[in-house]
């Protein structure tokens, strides 16, 4: 069974950057196409982006130019880099496969004050 791990959260200023990571262990990582969600404070949780096995990348609107996915197969890892944060970037990031495994990881807080 694949086991997710998000890292690298944490608290910034608005405009300011920061990057997180998801380390996937087991299964087949590099084959899999992986995206990162993120669910505010009393929403659903949603798609902000995704790679390919081959490291197509698409970001949906609300992230586009701001944030970057990308994705290390060699250590299992995807990655995003998020800079010009604002306070609606405030959420618990998450990644999976896409489509989802049914087991979640914990997700890795990012909270941007102003």
């Known amino acids: 069974q694949v086991q997710l791990v998000e890292s690298g959260g944490g608290s910034v200023q608005v405009g300011g950057s920061l990057n997180v990571s998801c380390a996937a262990s087991?299964?087949?990582?590099?084959?899999?196409?992986m995206g990162w969600f993120r669910q505010a404070p009393g929403k659903q949780r949603k798609f902000i982006a995704r790679?390919?096995?081959?490291?197509?990348?698409i970001h949906d609107a609300s992230v586009k130019g701001r944030f970057t996915i990308s994705r290390d197969n060699a250590v299992n890892t995807v990655y995003l880099e998020m800079s010009s944060l604002e306070p609606e970037d405030t959420a618990v990031y998450y990644c999976?496969?896409?489509?989802?495994?049914?087991?979640w990881g914990q997700g890795t807080q990012v909270t941007v004050s102003s």
């Open positions: 999976n496969r896409i489509p989802a495994f049914e087991n």
């Open positions: 087991g299964g087949y990582f590099s084959s899999y196409v």
């Open positions: 790679i390919s096995s081959g490291g197509s990348r």
